[in-house]
């Protein structure tokens, strides 16, 4: 028997849709998703921009751009990266799980004393550090077999342009073996040669005839695409910024105006690295404004980890002391025409692994079809503004002896391979100067139980400083 092709009446698809909502108890409601465009998605993501180094924290920055970001949607004043280094903040926002359930625990290092040739190849799987009291194995690439969200977001009608740095294997683990439909400005390096070209090792890798600035150029790639983009369906793009990783060099044009100010060289060129990133957002969110798909579009903005200098007034930062508040806790901004409210500060505590199962179900994913995700998503809080209720989360890395943090709500343990043990109420004490471990043995002993619970769950627990 032939099937019939012919689309029934629309007073019988009328009938059926009541019948079907007064059987499930929803009658007069409207079928969720029915005929609801999916919004664009760009996400911004700055390497080593610390939390304190915006213009509305520190007037030494020039940060208009970002500043506005910030006003026009929600910051997460306490938001987080799991891994605050590049290779494993990167693997955990794409993928929504842990680097320790990922086994990412540092960077990928590079260099042929690692095993990698002259463009940073290797087929070691995973990498050691001399240094590391535990020796811990860390991986060189992000596994093929874990979904990104550029592969479930392609499920779902999108497509996806990755730009910028990857730092997450080489070329059989690219952005476009991960799930992306494009990929530009991509290497094998964790940061370029110089902010001039040649930018990068291989110099036939990303060229420029005109000298252009590495974070200019990205920009002009990510205005093209946005102008030019003509697909009948929604976009995700990710702006993965190489800056403001080092090498500290600024923009030309940028760095006298901050040693007129006194800053001192190194310091001046970061600042000026700021200010060109700054532009860059403001660039792009006008290609958006003038496509005339800015209330169609949403904006993220977050960093992979707390700042290079100063971070003040948090304690720690990317060279040292990186699982204190300095090193671990990043600017975050979420920016949803109609849905959030301007000038909202949301003091939930997030973490760079719900990023995925947010933005799964922006565009009207099923969460629960993707195993061992270590997040939870933003959705609720993001339309209805309240605090987010949830467990411990915890920061981890392999290079020192301070190698995992638990944080729950006020409350702050850092644990030590040594066995050595912290406490800090963050509440009280964001600058954490006031060690609170022998005061409160009670919480101390709450929460390494749950510290221990969760290295087995991780499957890490043969690394502890705690079991």
Known sequence: MLRSTSKPSCSILKILTFIICYSYGFAGSKIQNQHVKKPNIILFFVDDLGWADLGFRNEIFDTPNINKLAESGIEFTQAYIASPTCSPSRATLLTGQHPARLQMVRHIPGGKKNGFDKFDRTDIEFNYLDRDPAQFPSRNWLPLEKTTYAEALSQLGYYNLFIGKWHLGHEKYHPTQQGFDQQIGVSNDGHPKSYYPPYFKR????????????????????????????????FMLTFSYYSVHTPHQGRKDLINEYKERGLEDSYANYAAMVKATDESVGKVLQAVKEKGIEKETIILFLSDQGGYFENSPLRGGKMAE?????????????????????????????????????????????????????????MSTIKNGNSLQRGPIYGYRAYEDLYVSVRDNDWKLLAYRNGKIELFNIANDIKESNELSKKHPKKVNELLKELKLWEKQMGVESYSGVQ
């Open 203 to 234: 110099k036939d890798l990303f060229t420029d005839d005109n000298n252009t600035y590495l974070t200019n150029k990205l920009t002009n790639e990510a205005i093209a695409f946005i102008e030019n983009y003509k697909k009948n369906q929604p």
């Open 322 to 378: 990186t699982l204190f508040e300095g090193g671990s806790r990043v600017p975050f901004f979420f920016y949803w025409p109609g849905v959030t409210t301007p000038k909202t500060k949301n003091p939930s505590i997030v973490q760079s692994t719900d990023i995925f199962p947010t933005l799964i179900e922006i565009a009207g994913g099923d969460v629960s079809k993707y195993e061992n995700l270590d997040g939870i998503s933003l």
